[in-house]
């Protein structure tokens, strides 16, 4: 199972959502990466990797970040100030600059 959570700038009032398991994939000789994703339990199993889900704090841009490559660099600014969505609680926001992200209490999603 995943959880889907919300985080939102006390700032400026942005907001992301961020998916506890990210975009786990398989290698497929024909169509290359393959997502697999819950209930696709024999999907699953044959998964080698995962991109995930990160987000620019220089610049604002949302990344998906290679768990076979990781970087830290940010492929829009070049910046190594890349944060997995689902880790944003307290960052300062890239929208506004003066906020910071805090999780939204009243938002829950499980698949």
Do not use: Q
């Not at 919300?6 to 990210?22: L, M, P, Q, T, Y």
């Not at 000789?29 to 199993?45: I, M, N, S, W």
């Not at 970040?65 to 492929?75: E, G, N």
């Not at 910071?100 to 829950?108: H, V």
């Amino acid at each position: 199972m995943a959880e889907c959570i919300r985080f939102v700038c006390d700032g400026c009032g942005h907001a992301i959502e961020a998916w506890s398991d990210g975009n786990p994939y398989y290698l497929d000789p024909d169509r290359g990466k393959v997502y697999a994703y819950h209930p696709h339990h024999e999907e699953l199993a044959r998964c080698i990797g995962n991109d995930a889900p990160h987000l620019c704090l220089a610049c604002g841009a949302e990344v998906m970040v290679d768990s076979l490559a990781p970087t830290r660099a940010c492929s829009s600014c070049g910046a190594e100030a890349l944060v997995d969505t689902f880790d944003l609680d307290g960052r300062p926001c890239p929208a506004c600059r003066a906020g910071r992200f805090a999780r939204d209490p009243e938002f829950l999603c499980i698949s």
